[in-house]
């Protein structure tokens, strides 16, 4: 007779940025079934409907303070494909320079603020590496997690250099940016840039220099590297790994296996004079949509979004395009697994179903032989995602820590890049119309549409990397991806579950940024702004 | 030791996000150094569902003694006044706020969001959020203006959009070290020694201001933003400019308007067509002055600054 079914709900999971709330059924240890829940509202493009046009700019950065940047980056390319601009070679170099900045930064935050902390757990107090994790990454008192919080708050000195401060600068705009940097601006940020690199990078996560790092190519160049001096085994990165397989985070956490990213970091020569169907072709970091089932890539094209809403706390036709949907929010909220059980939507691409979005979708999109040669390539991740059996805990956030060093390298060359007295802004002329703005956050795909009438928004609407990851049953009632990488882990203390931590910290989450549209007073009225 | 508890409400953690750009001290600083002990805080604490909510009974309760309440984020009372879009912990998030509130030394709102209102309670404030004491200039807020946290005081308002991390931990640690006493605030339960002063006062673009040479346009060197793109550093109280951000500069120095945002009208003009970058004028006149400037001082001061402004006014003086 099997084992008797238990129910946990954890409330909240914390760790994820913003309130998430899981339900787990578990039989005989592990899990086997999930829901996952966004549980908070705010009605950003509630907020937006009938402003001034540009006060996405404002708006949306505040839609996510550990993503601002990235919103940034989405709300000025969306008013630029909307307005027809034209964006000097200066202002693309100096969006990218802030939107890769902000990543570095969320790399050693994100890792040891969030996510190393688990493997403190006592849980693990059995593993030979335990003792050494806890000098390490225990919260606030250990050795490298004090030095990698602190850290993190270098780069994005960078981005203050750009836009006055970080979080919350709103210095992209269409036309280019508001910012005209002096040498000593470049000079200043290169030294921020070395003193990261001297600091951590090379000492603390790698144990050898960006340059060794680079030549690795497979899993088997990984494991040579691992292998090839104790500088490398004992480095944070080389912890994590031997670790993490130790107490078994390559074992859980697979997933759907089909992933999505929007490409980003638009070549500074290729997207001068944005549009919509152009962006694809002007990507360094290319977009895709890789199905580890038929091994396949294909390139992700905004037309293909679709919203489900059946299982979400909205009444209203489900299945749209994000430009038709009408969102009508169901006002009481209540709870239902076998019905609607989150504010986030079923965010799902019209053929390939609902994706994965995060790093290491990005990773294996990276590796795939679309593009063209002037495009970024590696094939790393996605030759460990082969060799591994797919994903898990463990290859998702090595795929995150792993953009590491090639963000760096794109640091150094757009800050090589930029001519100091070139323009970096040209005055657009603002019309109705509508735009599409999309950029890769840390976390993951993300982008906004908006459609100006009349000189104001009439409809603003973003689909964050974490609608993609937390989404509830689609329609057809299929999990989300996150709820199928829950099916699975093993849980060996019901009332301390960390093995659910590790799962969605590995999407590092945010669900500050899942936010819908409501209106609590006319919510039918204000049915076409959402933020999911 | 004093004990920290800090949750978040209608918030993007953008507080959060600050904060942790500290040094001298830093986060870890504060918990080393100076004896805060952060119970639990959403993106750091370690506790998950259940463990967590014995610990925040064991506060409400008072077996766990609650010396510093941090509260980021909007209260969310929508749907109805209930709460229940923004759930925490198994309830609304508006009350858990109500009985810590109750239980703690010292409660600090940090930045806009929990201080006024911020973004979300922007018209037609879809989430019908308040701060905790305020909602835009309205004194009372979700605790109403009769509440005084157990130490005596009422909230302590750091606002802005985020808040500045040395604002933050400069009254953490006033109130660890028993110096919570000394904070003097200003009518809007600001500490003044931070929110006195202008944005204005510090900014590399307070020549051109005197002399009103203008930025025109953004991506310019020169030039002062307060007269075509809208700036607000004359008349918004904050150390911007002397407490520079992420230890380099700020939005203005930058060139990026001051957006205002360590006031409780944040966004300005509830962000309404024509009004955002753009000074907003009656006959050529801004709308809104320089701080303690009437219109017939701004005419007068301005025709002698641009009689008055020197040839190099002109010409860029950041140069590359």
Known sequence: ?532 | MANLLWLQGGACSGNTMSFLNAEEPSACDLVTDFGVNVLWHPSLGMELGDNLKKLLRALTSGEIALDIFVFEGTVVNAPDGTGEWNRFAGRPMKDWVADLAKVASFTVAIGDCATWGGIPATAPNPSESQGLQFLKRAHGGFLGKDYKSKAGLPVINIPGCPAHPDWITQIVVAVATGRGGDLTLDEFQRPKTFFTSFTQTGCTRNMHFAYKVSATEFGQRKGCLFYDLGCRGPMTHSPCNRILWNRQSSKTRAGMPCLGCTEPEFPFFELAPGTVFKTQTVMGVPKDMPSGVDKTGYVKLTAAAKAASPRWAEEDIFVV
């Open chain 1, 1 to 532: 007779m099997p084992a008797a079914v238990q129910t946990l709900d954890i409330s909240p999971v914390g760790r994820v940025e913003g309130d998430l709330d899981v339900r787990v059924d578990v039989q005989d240890g592990v899990v086997v079934n999930a829901w996952t829940q966004a549980e908070l509202f705010r009605g950003f493009e509630v907020i937006l409907r009938n402003k001034d046009p540009q006060a996405g700019l404002i708006v949306t950065p505040r839609a996510c303070g550990i993503c601002g940047a990235s919103h940034l980056t989405c709300a000025a390319w969306a008013l630029d494909t909307a307005w027809g601009t034209t964006v000097p070679r200066n202002a693309i170099l100096a969006r990218n320079l802030g939107q890769v900045v902000e990543s570095i930064q969320s790399l050693p935050r994100h890792h040891y603020g969030l996510f190393m902390i688990d493997y403190t757990n006592k849980n693990y107090a059995k593993s030979k590496f335990y003792e050494e994790a806890v000098r390490r990454w225990a919260p606030f008192t250990g050795t490298n997690y004090e030095i990698g919080v602190t850290i993190s708050g270098r780069p994005v000195e960078i981005y203050a250099l750009l836009g006055g401060q970080w979080p919350h600068s709103s210095y992209m705009v269409p036309g280019g940016v508001m910012c005209a940097p002096t040498l000593t601006d470049v000079t200043r940020s290169w030294g921020i840039l070395e003193h990261f690199r001297r600091n951590w990078i090379e000492p603390i996560w790698l144990g050898c220099s960006l340059e060794r790092y680079e030549e690795i190519k497979s899993l088997d160049d990984f494991k040579a590297w691992l292998d090839e001096r104790p500088e490398h085994a004992n480095s944070d990165l080389g912890m994590f790994w031997r670790m993490s397989e130790d107490i078994g985070l390559d074992k859980y956490g697979q997933g759907h296996g089909r992933f999505v990213s929007w490409g980003y970091l638009p070549h500074e020569d290729k997207y001068n004079k944005p549009t919509i169907e152009g962006r694809n072709a002007s990507l360094f970091m290319k977009s895709g949509v890789y199905d580890s089932r038929t091994d396949a890539h294909q390139l992700m094209d905004q037309s293909f979004t679709r919203e489900d809403t059946m299982r979400a706390w909205y009444d209203e036709p489900s299945g749209k395009h994000p430009f038709d949907r009408t969102t009508t929010p169901t006002r009481k909220n209540t709870v239902d697994m076998e019905g609607k059980y989150s504010w986030s939507t079923a965010v799902r691409h019209e053929q390939a179903g609902r994706l994965e979005a995060g790093p290491l979708a990005r990773q294996l999109i990276a590796g795939g032989p679309h593009g063209e040669s002037w495009q970024h390539y590696d094939p790393l991740v996605l030759d460990m995602y082969k060799k591994l059996g797919g994903a898990s805990v463990m290859l998702r956030h090595f795929a995150r820590m792993h953009e590491c060093v090639k963000l760096y390298r794109r640091a150094e060359y757009y800050l090589k890049e930029f001519r100091l007295n070139d323009p970096w802004y040209i005055k657009p002329t603002e019309r109705d119309g509508r735009g599409w703005g999309a950029t890769e956050a840390i976390r993951g795909a993300l982008c906004h549409w908006i459609e100006i009438e009349g000189g104001k928004i009439k409809n603003y609407q973003i689909i964050a990397p974490t609608t993609w990851n937390v989404g509830p049953r689609s329609d057809d009632g299929g999990r989300g991806p996150m709820e199928e990488a829950l099916i699975g882990a093993p849980i060996a203390d019901p009332s301390d579950p960390v093995e659910i931590g590790h799962v969605c910290r590995s999407y590092d989450s945010c669900l500050v940024c899942t936010v819908h549209a409501h209106d609590a007073k006319t919510g039918k009225e204000l049915a076409r702004f959402r933020t999911a």
